[in-house]
């Protein structure tokens, strides 16, 4: 099997950003605060570099790679520049609360001495008395938004927010009946960088 012998990728580090690699373990600092992610797992090469146009980049570079291992290339690429938009944007899902009879009740607080509001408390889903709670990942915040049955879900870092995103809508999923009748639950609506 033909090996290629050198596959690259480039990001460019945007202005007010810092960028930290040592062992490939990657710490990206920003107005909006520090992300920090282990690339240990992936055999690529990571540097801090100067492209063509004179900018500060990041090198992610891999030699000799099988076509899987090139496309992880890309893919650490991918994960730096998310950072990078955290740091300096951020990014934020709202979620819509669905339902057909029974008024969803959603409460947001703060738990384990957390400065944001960072649990959110469901009641009477499809009418049931249990109380569904879930903690948002570190680093996210869950508050209520202008609109009627809309919640809003910011932080730093992409996975974080999309996990959080999928705790609550996984929680609210209706069990033992007909899914396309009872369409109760709370869905994502939007994705999108912060003051985009």
């Given at each position: 099997?033909?090996?290629?012998?050198?596959?690259?990728?480039?990001?460019?580090?945007?202005?007010?950003?810092?960028?930290d690699?040592?062992?490939?373990?990657?710490?990206?600092?920003?107005?909006?605060?520090?992300?920090?992610?282990?690339f240990?797992?992936?055999s690529?090469?990571m540097?801090?570099?100067?492209?063509?146009?004179?900018?500060?980049?990041?090198?992610?570079?891999?030699?000799?790679?099988?076509?899987?291992?090139l496309?992880?290339?890309?893919?650490?690429?991918?994960?730096?520049?998310?950072?990078?938009?955290?740091?300096?944007?951020?990014?934020?899902?709202?979620?819509k609360?669905?339902?057909?009879?029974f008024?969803?009740?959603?409460a947001?607080?703060?738990?384990?001495?957390?400065?944001?509001t960072?649990?959110?408390?469901?009641?009477?889903?499809?009418?049931?008395?249990?109380v569904?709670?879930?903690?948002?990942q570190d680093?996210?915040?869950?508050?209520?938004?202008?609109?009627?049955d809309?919640?809003?879900?910011?932080?730093n870092?992409?996975?974080?927010?999309?996990?959080?995103?999928?705790?609550?809508?996984?929680?609210?999923?209706?069990?033992k009946?007909?899914?396309?009748?009872?369409?109760?639950?709370?869905?994502?609506t939007?994705?999108?960088?912060?003051?985009?």
């Open positions: 099997m033909v090996r290629t012998i050198n596959s690259y990728q480039e990001v460019v580090i945007p202005e007010g950003v810092t960028i690699i040592k062992a490939r373990e990657v710490t990206v600092k920003g107005k909006r605060g520090t992300l920090q992610r282990s240990k797992h992936v690529v090469e540097a801090k570099a100067t492209n063509k146009k004179g900018q500060p980049v990041v090198r992610v570079e891999k030699w000799f790679g099988t076509k899987k291992e496309a992880s290339v890309r893919t650490v690429t991918s994960h730096i520049s998310n950072m990078m938009t955290g740091v300096i944007n951020g990014f934020e899902y709202k979620m609360l669905v339902y057909a009879h008024p969803i009740n959603v947001c607080d703060k738990v384990d001495g957390s400065k944001e960072n649990n959110i408390e469901i009641r009477n889903f499809l009418g049931e008395k249990v569904r709670r879930i903690k948002m680093g996210c915040k869950v508050e209520r938004t202008s609109e009627k809309e919640i809003m879900i910011t932080g870092s992409i996975e974080a927010v999309g996990v959080s995103v999928s705790q609550i809508q996984q929680t609210c999923q209706v069990k009946k007909d899914i396309r009748k009872y369409l109760d639950g709370i869905y994502c939007t994705r999108k960088v912060m003051g985009e």
